[in-house]
């Protein structure tokens, strides 16, 4: 009687263990594969970049900002609050690839360019670091030499010549010296480059 109680018992705990094991495999596999992958630039001298990212969308889409400090913007944690991205970069003939990261935004959120701030972190030893900003968003006046297009903001120029990956983080807040409250702004990250 008592050897059939601990015998269920063991099936029980068996049971579970294995159930908890094909769960944490099904996470591990959708976390593996649920990543978006585009290429954004092949270049003709035999090379290629890569975006890569995990939200739906290539960039961060903020609704009912409220104005924020410097000092709060760049360390807010928040769900949707930033956005992360890797890029790689692939020489294949080419022995130096050069490519700017970039930022797109609609024409009707022009109006809230100097209201916005900006801010690109890079992942260095596990912990990420400013690359740039805070700033406001500055729209370019001429196509930069890369191909970024007027009206897009250029962020940083990165030059590779090794097969490489970096990863950033994209951050973006209501200035806490703007008048606006409760707006609406959106950005898209966008790579251009050239191979050598």
Known sequence: MASEKTSKQFNVILITIVLILIMVFCICLWLFFDHKEKVIYQVENGGNIFLNYVSDFNGLSLHGMIPSSDDNGIINLKKGSYFDFFIDTKLDDAS??????????????????????IYLEEEKSGTYAKVFGPSEFIPLKKVSKYGTKVGDMILLHVSKKNKS?????????????????????????KINGKAK
């Open 96 to 117: 130096v690839i050069d490519y700017e990261i970039s930022l797109f935004r609609e024409k009707k959120y022009a109006y809230l360019d100097k209201d916005v701030r």
């Open 165 to 189: 990956t970096n990863r950033y983080r994209l951050r973006m807040w209501l200035s806490n010296s703007s008048k606006m409250s409760s707006v609406d702004y959106s950005v898209s990250v």
